[in-house]
């Protein structure tokens, strides 16, 4: 089989140490995790884990076996890319000077679809959301220039197809 991008979506209470377990899973496995967010879902009082890592659908499906398995998680499913919508999103802090002195700066933000956040003496911020080869490319063409600081978000994402979580919950709740 060969290795894909897969989303991992996992809902859960929301209880300390249930992080600690989950990527313990994916160490026992020698599998890393490209991007990890955790937030409040869609439904009150559950939390949701977007992992994303890059293995086999079979490990996969393994993985997500195991995760159900831990008493927080209440359901856990996995996606492809075509199955779902995503972004990141990235900040890079960079020389003011630059703003000025350089005009393929100025190039470089209005081709990227990234917006300035805040502007200083000493630098400026800009931010940009997208795909992960997006930001990947706005890195490669300011990294010339030098970047001060960069910082990049787990993928946020929502499935295509309508995610049967709702009437697990409601269960849930009900017992």
Known sequence: MEKKWFTI?????????LLNRISGI???????????NVSKSEIE???????????TEDWTRKIVAQIEKQIEVIKAFYHTDEETIYQESA???????LLFDEPQIQ?????????IVTVSREYFVLAK???????DEMHDQLE?????QFVRSGRI????????ITPIINEFHQS
């Not at 997208?130 to 930001?135: A, S």
């Not at 994402?157 to 049967?164: H, Y």
């Open 91 to 97: 900040l890079f802090k960079i020389a003011s000077h």
């Open 129 to 135: 959301t997208g795909r992960r080869h997006e930001i």
């Open 9 to 17: 979506s996992v809902y859960s209470e929301n209880n300390v140490g």
């Open 45 to 55: 009082h559950v939390s949701k884990f977007t992992i994303v890592i890059n293995t």
């Open 107 to 115: 190039n470089i933000i209005s081709g990227s679809k990234s917006k």
């Open 26 to 36: 994916f160490l026992k496995r020698h599998i890393n995790i490209e991007s990890l």
């Open 157 to 164: 994402t929502v499935t295509k197809s309508t995610m049967p």
């Open 144 to 148: 010339p220039y030098g970047i001060m």
